[in-house]
């Protein structure tokens, strides 16, 4: 099946005005990577998260990670379980809480998408 690149270009605009929209309380980070991907096929401009994130790359997930274990003084894992015992008392958890689960569904999707290359 091929698909005409004039439709793949207008889908990628949509996808990403739907990803700029929904972002970040409904964000996919396969299917973010996936977009990135097809993004730079098309020689398209790159969603705004890609900037932000260093390029969707591990090391800054990881790093986010580590800044809110280190705001916390625990492992992510225990943050995580703290938020969702003692249900999210403000805004700063409910971000961490986000940004934790997001980090650690990115990191989870850029290793698989790296091992499907090999």
């Known amino acids: ?8 270009r207008r889908i990628v605009k949509y996808a990403k005005s739907y990803c700029e929209d929904r972002c ?3 964000r996919d980070p396969s299917i973010c990577l996936a977009l990135i991907e097809i993004c730079k096929m098309l020689n398209v401009e790159l969603p705004p998260c890609v900037e932000e994130t260093m390029g969707f790359s591990k090391s800054y997930f990881i790093a986010k990670i580590r800044e809110i274990e280190k705001r ?10 703290e938020i969702e015992r003692n ?3 403000h ?5 961490d809480r986000m940004e934790a689960e997001f980090a650690l569904k990115a990191i989870k999707a850029i290793d698989e998408r790296e091992m499907m290359k090999k």
């Open 1 to 8: 099946m091929e698909v005409n690149e004039l439709d793949l």
């Open 24 to 26: 970040p309380a409904e």
């Open 72 to 81: 916390w003084g625990k492992e992510i894992k225990e943050v995580l379980k």
């Open 87 to 89: 249900g999210v008392r």
């Open 91 to 95: 805004f700063e958890e409910e971000i």
